[in-house]
């Protein structure tokens, strides 16, 4: 596909539109969307086909980007910019790469934390939702080592990004994250289960077609005896989307059922709650750490 029809098969013309991902920067599947940021002053995400690809815009106002959305611009290329807005931005974001990706990075260590602390609260009062949370600091603290080696955030690609690291203090706590997560539990009967739990939870959350895109992604992983990454997508998938109705989430303990599949959930308050002590050290450390570099 020629990205830059894109902003008129789509009717973006009017709008200032980038064109970021894994296909931007050449490490992308055959079964990858294509990412593409529009300017529009709207919010949210919308799936479009073309084809017989997909296309997922990320609306976005220019009051958006401040902090950690920053870090999503980085090694983004403009398809349609007629006042050159997008252009001095990206241009910003790649003068301060480093100091983005660090913040960025910090942010996600704190939401680990968090996310821990909380998981650990809920295996205390034996809350349903406790495995959810551990899974979800896991996923922060995946997002933070990823950050730390100025890598974008890429789900379909991060389990292979985080393999590949050097070794180093930080970069050795990828064993912990495939610890919690249970990877190594990942099986094809147990992708197909999660798959299914993971299309439904999208479509109760997002309801923007984007299971299409999971069912897509799935489907080639699956059949290229990527299992491990399968299950690190799939996790990841849930998690962005528990992200979006946190606050909610009790209000809705239907969400469960899906969840505990969808996440491969751990259901022993006394696991939960040792993992949970395990990644607030870790987080900590790690935080520490940062504090003494210059």
Known sequence: MDVKQIPALLSLDDFSVGFGGCRNDGTHFKCCEYDITVLDGQSGESVHHIG???????????????????????DMNVIHDSQWKLRMLLSQVKEKKEQISLSHARSCL?????????????????????????????????????????????PTHMLETLRNLKKDKTNQNVSIIHQILGIERSSTSLLSRMVKSTIGFSDMVEKNGNSEIIQKKYEYLV???????????????????????????????????????????ENDPMVIDSQAMMLMQTTHEILGDLKTQP
């Open 52 to 74: 017989d690809e997909f296309v997922k815009i990320y609306h976005r106002s220019f009051d958006d980007f401040n902090g950690d959305a920053l870090h999503h611009l980085q």
């Open 223 to 265: 059949e290229n005896s990527l299992l491990s990454d399968c299950y690190f997508y799939l996790g990841y998938v849930n998690r962005d989307n528990v992200l979006k109705i946190k606050n909610q989430i009790h209000r809705n303990p239907e969400f469960i059922h899906v969840l505990k599949i969808g996440l491969d959930m």
């Open 110 to 154: 704190v939401d680990a934390g968090i996310f821990a602390n909380k998981a650990r609260d809920g295996a205390k009062t034996r809350d349903s939702f406790a495995g959810v949370w551990i899974k979800c600091a896991s996923y922060f603290l995946a997002d933070a080592i990823s950050s730390l080696n100025l890598k974008r955030p890429s």
